[in-house]
């Protein structure tokens, strides 16, 4: 470590790699993949919702950065986005004669690469608001230096969160790509599936007392990933202790006024609420809670009043309800910056690098 705490890095020069996606052999070859993969003949089968994924995030063949390149899931997982041909070109921070090989698409930098630009950025956007040491620092940093690359087209994707927590990487992301037009709010959307079932959660992760607008907009990109992600229509339920005015409090009426801008700013998706989660999951207690509602099919978007019930509620489907669960999914940013839980397994970064290709 050098001084005031900082990592001293080499700069090794590393030819960018551009080739096909990998053969079935070479993914035969790395135990970790059969996760995801189930070979059949000579040729890669989807049989469920992460393989699924795999297929479909190989035809981009997109870049993406992992700003936490030193982490030793982040590097099992770097290993299977390039075995499996995910990515064609994934950016690492650090020394790889340190770390050791990794796979041939892993493009290796160094912190003293990019710290101008990203200093440059930051003072331009940042200088009345924050001193030079501070705007310095952040320079410096992976993760700053990730997202600066995807502002300026050099990436298209960026993961971290895997050691930085949540609060850290929305910072960067606000610092350096701003907010989607059109929106004020950013999210943390969770999506979670078990057999054939799938869910959008949102949101799980950033909002903590949400307002009625901030609902609308959480809503709106919930869908809008649920369209790219799941690949299905998406229908929302807006979450609460009521169903249809059974109960009076400043809370429904929170989530009816929701309700209400939403329907007059997104006429064309389908939504209902307040609704109960069992009247939003289930069509026959539907039909007795809520008879007019315009929800011919259980919700797959599921909107929560607070992040408190958010949080509390994708765990429990989790660890009780058995469904695996991926994310956050960072919503509202105008390029694709998600987070990680700090208990990502590698499995889970993977996936969470094809949700942030497709979406």
Request: charged letters at 20%; proline letters at 6%.
């Amino acid at each position: 470590m050098g001084k005031g705490g900082r990592r001293k890095q080499s700069t090794v020069p590393v030819e960018k790699w551009c080739t096909a996606a990998s053969s079935l052999h070479e993914i035969k070859a790395f135990p970790g993949l059969s996760t995801f993969y189930s070979p059949v003949e000579d040729y890669m089968k989807p049989a469920n919702f992460i393989e699924t994924l795999f297929e479909r995030a190989r035809a981009f063949s997109w870049s993406i950065a992992l700003a936490e390149s030193e982490d030793p899931r982040v590097q099992t997982a770097a290993r299977e986005l390039g075995v499996a041909g995910v990515c064609r070109e994934i950016w690492m921070w650090g020394n790889p004669a340190h770390i050791g090989s990794i796979h041939e698409r892993c493009h290796w930098t160094t912190i003293d690469i990019h710290e101008e630009g990203v200093y440059e950025a930051l003072r331009h956007r940042l200088a009345e608001k924050y001193p030079e040491a501070q705007l310095r620092m952040w320079a410096r940093s992976p993760l700053y230096q990730a997202v600066w690359l995807l502002s300026q087209g050099k990436v298209d994707s960026v993961l971290a969160g895997a050691v930085a927590p949540t609060s850290e990487v929305i910072r960067a992301g606000l610092h350096l790509l701003g907010v989607e037009a059109g929106l004020r709010t950013i999210s943390g959307a969770f999506v979670l599936t078990r057999e054939e079932r799938r869910y959008i959660f949102s949101d799980c992760g950033v909002v903590i007392d949400p307002t009625a607008q901030q609902l609308v907009e959480i809503a709106a990109s919930a869908a809008k990933l649920c369209e790219r992600v799941l690949q299905e229509s998406p229908r929302v339920a807006f979450l609460s202790f009521s169903t249809h005015g059974s109960a009076r409090h400043p809370f429904v009426e929170k989530v009816q006024e929701a309700v209400s801008l939403f329907r007059t700013q997104f006429p064309h998706i389908v939504c209902d609420g307040e609704l109960q989660v069992d009247a939003a999951l289930d069509m026959g207690i539907r039909k007795k809670k809520a008879p007019a509602s315009p929800l011919v099919q259980d919700a797959n978007v599921l909107i929560f009043p607070s992040l408190e019930a958010g949080n509390i509620g994708y765990k429990l489907v989790q660890r009780l309800g058995g469904f695996a669960a991926y994310g956050p999914i960072l919503l509202g940013f105008p390029k694709p910056l998600s987070d990680l839980s700090r208990g990502a397994s590698p499995e889970e970064i993977v996936a969470a690098a094809c949700i942030n290709v497709l979406r």
